[in-house]
């Protein structure tokens, strides 16, 4: 049995019956990295040897009966959210030698649940990509065929996840950084309502647009992640101080007396006729379990795109001015001036998406253009808020493709930035509406790529998403998602059997 | 033209970023690009719409002004480049 390879519901069910202990997963999970992590590539940094004292300290906690939620469960973490005595690079050059005095509260409340942290997963820098490719410290692959990107931001998250070299993730989202680079790899990922998951310690992009979230093999190790992270806190002024439900609740829940709206703008031009076709063979499973399908119009989706890139770099210009050579991170010593010291240090610690992204910002807030590119980009927002509001008079949730592809080749789109963003046309209007959305595997290409199914919903109803993807899953039997290229004959073996169990349209 | 390679100069400057001549040039070819895509909000009228700055309608946190727990001074300054067990140092100024 490959221990490495399992749910958090399935590990903590053996884990529980002392068949295995937490210490022996860790080591699995590591020795699978070693096996595959040179193909694959997800970690920045692995961090063994802490990981498996809270293996031991999870171990103990099992056998005295105190175990926490996630008591025992390796996990990697995004490297841009703040972990404790372990470097955390936000993918970028500029923090290197970055190693925070404290955890993220998400960090923390998965700490105290009792998982294990393995590592820190590879992501674009500062979480600016949809391919990984903006990533200082190599690029992470799709584990599903390694000429192929992983996605973005979060993309070391789903290939670490897909690739079993962790048994689940958190990423984050703020334009489809969780939500793609789980479609692109098969895995299920969440972004949740923005507010119900603390950003403290999380390295900010766009602050009213990041989301923290879980990427899992299954929708029922999502609400298990669900339960550990949500919540307010004080520390995030902009948390929400409201009841957090118990997320497992919302599976095993048929469809029955559910809408679900099929938005007509997210089926247009340039969706890739497979990606259709398994998306539409999704809906028909969510119709299976006892949903109404209604069509539903989005009319501005065509627009979230050129407003999103305009809010999210005017929001990180002023965020990364924090990087600056003082108070942590790289410095250029030989600067003769505190202005030369600011200048240098950023332009050699910043890689060349993320001075785009500062530009791009700095220019639309600039004097004389603030009102044609901000305040237009964030009226726009208004009305892309507005169509969510009216569709949700209609339907309890939405149902759409990720992407409108599946994942491209590494250097395709490396030297054209702008088709690269167009990719996101699907996920950023969800940030900049602050909804929760997922994305749960729903078939795959012909040429053996993963297709992932998004699901949106009105704030805070994460357990209407959970529900019809639990749902999703249970038709569809694409259980833990496996890939062909990296494992041993026995697990090509699964996960063929696994492929061929969703069902053929 | 919507940016010219002057203006992306002035505008990293601004952001305290050096750009090599070959990086302004490519950057404003990108740039130009990127704002012209940009410039498909205008097809949208939005006189008289409010900007949306949050997604959810967020009021001022306040708290008691009380003393909490904070990182201790030498831990605050353990990532600094450079720092004398105070202060943070940087180049003079004056």
Not at chain 1, 88 to 114: C, H, M, N, Q, W
Not at chain 1, 485 to 494: C, I, K, M, V
Request: hydrophobic share 35%.
């Amino acid at each position: 049995m490959n221990v490495d390879a399992l749910t958090i519901h399935e590990l903590q069910n053996l884990l529980s019956k002392g068949e295995v202990s937490s210490v022996e997963t860790t080591e699995a999970v590591y020795k699978r990295i070693e096996q595959c992590e040179e193909k694959v590539g997800s970690y920045i940094t692995l961090c063994r040897e802490q990981a498996l004292e809270q293996a031991k300290a999870a171990d103990k906690r099992i056998q005295d009966g105190n175990d926490g939620a996630l008591c025992g469960v390796p996990v990697s973490i995004k490297d841009v959210m703040c972990t404790k005595g372990i470097r955390t690079t936000a993918g970028s050059r500029i923090l290197e030698p970055f190693v925070p005095p404290y955890d993220a509260t998400v960090v923390e409340k998965l700490k105290t649940a009792g998982a294990v942290i393995i590592g820190k997963a590879g992501m674009d820098e500062f979480a600016m990509g949809s391919s990984n490719e903006n990533c200082a410290y190599g690029i992470p692959r799709n584990p599903w065929n390694t000429d192929h990107i992983c996605g973005g931001s979060s993309g070391g998250s789903a290939a670490g996840v897909a690739a079993d070299e962790c048994i689940a993730s958190l990423g984050s989202d703020t334009g489809g950084s969780i939500r793609q680079p789980a479609s692109f790899c098969g895995v299920v990922g969440l972004k949740p309502t923005y507010g119900r998951v603390s950003r403290f310690g999380l390295i900010a992009y766009a602050s009213s647009l990041d989301q923290i979230g879980p990427l899992t093999k299954d929708v029922h190790d999502c609400a298990l992640m669900m339960n550990v992270i949500a919540g307010y806190d004080r520390k995030d002024s902009t948390s929400v101080n409201r009841e957090t439900p118990d997320y497992l609740n919302a599976l095993s829940k048929g469809l029955k007396g559910m809408t679900v709206g099929i938005p007509e703008e997210y089926f247009g031009e340039g969706l890739d006729p497979e990606v259709d076709k398994a998306v539409k063979n999704g809906i028909a499973a969510l119709r299976e379990a006892g949903a109404l399908t209604v069509p539903v119009s989005l009319p501005h989706t065509d627009y979230g795109v050129a407003a999103y890139y305009i809010i999210a770099p005017a929001e990180a210009s002023s965020n990364l001015a924090r990087f600056d050579g003082v108070r942590y991170g790289l410095r250029d010593m030989d600067a003769a001036s505190l202005v030369e010291m600011y200048s240098q240090s950023r332009s050699q610690g910043f890689g060349p998406e993320v001075k785009r992204r500062i530009i791009i910002g700095t220019y639309a807030l600039s004097s004389g253009y603030y009102d044609a590119y901000y305040k237009k980009a964030s009226q726009v927002r208004t009305l892309i808020v507005d169509d969510f509001k009216k569709a949700f008079e209609h339907c309890d949730i939405l149902a759409s493709p990720v992407t409108p592809t599946t994942a491209w080749r590494i250097g395709e789109k490396a030297d054209d930035p702008l088709s690269m963003y167009l990719s996101d046309v699907l996920t950023i209007p969800t940030n900049l509406a602050g909804l929760p959305g997922i994305s749960v595997p729903c078939g795959f290409s012909s040429a053996g790529l993963p297709i992932g199914l998004q699901m949106q919903a009105a704030h805070f109803n994460e357990e209407k998403l959970l529900q019809a993807a639990w749902n999703l899953e249970q038709e569809l039997n694409i259980k833990s998602v496996k890939n062909d290229n990296l494992a041993d004959s026995e697990w090509n073996e699964t996960s063929k059997s696994r492929k061929r169990r969703i069902r053929l349209q | 033209m919507k940016i010219s390679a002057d203006e992306v100069s002035h505008v990293a400057k601004l952001a305290r970023l050096n750009l090599s001549a070959e990086e302004v040039d490519t950057m404003a070819g990108q740039l130009d690009k990127i704002l012209s895509y940009v410039a498909k909000l205008d097809e949208l009228d939005t006189q008289g719409i409010e900007p949306t700055t949050h997604a959810l309608s967020l009021h001022n946190a306040f708290r008691e002004d009380q003393v909490s727990e904070s990182l201790p001074q030498e831990t605050a300054l353990a990532n600094a480049p450079q720092q004398n067990g105070e202060a943070f140092i940087v180049p003079r100024v004056i």
